[in-house]
């Protein structure tokens, strides 16, 4: 069950593509130097051990976002529906933020002097769209969940994944859908263990 406002990821799904990147770029007028979501291989060695899954990051809109607690002018603020908004008329750009949030999601723009971040398409959620990155999916693995609303079953806590830290316990919204059948649940648990240290990539 998410806890506010968020993104689900099916592993599955994903193929790397960076369309929701591009999405992200072109809806929000991003200029070159800032992103607000990127794609992060996991096993980028292609071990045979585990297969080669990515992620599709941006911010998570925390349960408790350190961003907001770090920021000493209030321009972060945590809505009742779970999005975590950035007031860049209230920014001074001291960068706290960028230091407290430990998934690296608030971006600098150095033009401006302020700082930038993901906010769910807050613009599109008002006319009742889903995200851009979440609408150029082409495989629809990245979903948008609502404030209160259910997550599939088969969808855990992205901090069960090994290796996804959550320094301080902000609890990310963040949900994501490990791949279903035997063979393909075998080969992530061998990438579990190479995440978490047991095992050697080529042992």
Known sequence: MTSGAGFLLDLARCVGCGACVLACRMENQLP???????????NPARSPIGPTYHLSLACHHCEAPPCADACPTGALEKRPDGVVLLHAQRCIGCRFCEM?????????????????????????????????CVAACP??????????????????????????????????????SPPAGALREAALEGLRKILAGEREPHG
């Open 100 to 132: 407290a949030c430990p998934f690296g999601a608030p971006a600098y723009d150095a033009v401006a002097g302020v700082m930038t971040k993901c906010h769910l398409c807050a613009p599109r959620l008002k006319e009742g769209l889903e995200p851009a």
């Open 139 to 176: 495989t629809r693995a990245l979903r948008f969940a609502a404030d209160g609303g259910e997550a599939p079953p088969s969808f855990m806590a992205a901090t069960d994944l090994p290796g996804f830290a959550d320094p301080g316990g902000a609890r990310p919204s963040l949900r994501l």
């Open 32 to 42: 070159g130097a800032i992103s607000w979501r990127r794609i992060l291989p996991l």
